[in-house]
């Protein structure tokens, strides 16, 4: 299993540092041991190829009355191992909260 965090300043310029003191700030401070990519967009013209691809395959709850961007930091996605997404899951959700669905796809053997 593989942890990937992708850092964007797009929700209340909440990551307004430049890459590297971003990382070493998620690492000090809120003990981020998982990796962390360079910001990126997950909304608007400039989004990422990944975040267009994810929301396209997993659109959000709302998605049909208000689209399917992102609203918050910590939207959270479960991809399996064959790079399928498999579950989205709303930026409050905790990661405990994910810890069945993980198991599930680790446990699931494709042939």
Same mark, same amino acid.
């Given at each position: ?5 992708? %850092? ?7 990551? %307004? &540092? @430049?890459?590297?003191?971003?990382? @070493?700030?998620? =690492?000090?401070?809120? *003990?981020?041991?998982?990796? &962390? ?6 909304? *608007? ?8 691809? &994810?929301? !396209?395959?997993? *659109?959000?709850?709302?998605?049909? &009355?208000?689209?399917?961007?992102? !609203? ?8 399996? =191992?064959?790079?399928?997404?498999? =579950? =989205? ?6 990661? @405990? ?6 198991? !599930? ?7």
């Amino acid at each position: 299993m593989v942890v990937i965090g992708t %850092p964007c300043n797009q929700f209340g310029s909440q990551e %307004p &540092l @430049e890459n590297s003191e971003m990382i @070493e700030k998620c =690492r000090i401070n809120h *003990g981020v041991t998982f990796q &962390l990519t360079e910001k990126i967009n997950v909304n *608007g013209p400039g989004t990422h190829p990944l975040y267009k691809y &994810l929301k !396209k395959e997993l *659109g959000s709850f709302f998605g049909k &009355l208000f689209g399917n961007n992102i !609203k918050w930091n910590f939207t959270k996605f479960l991809i399996d =191992r064959n790079g399928k997404p498999y =579950r =989205r899951y709303a930026p409050a959700t905790k990661p @405990e909260n994910i810890e069945e669905d993980i198991k !599930k796809l680790l446990a699931f053997r494709s042939g």
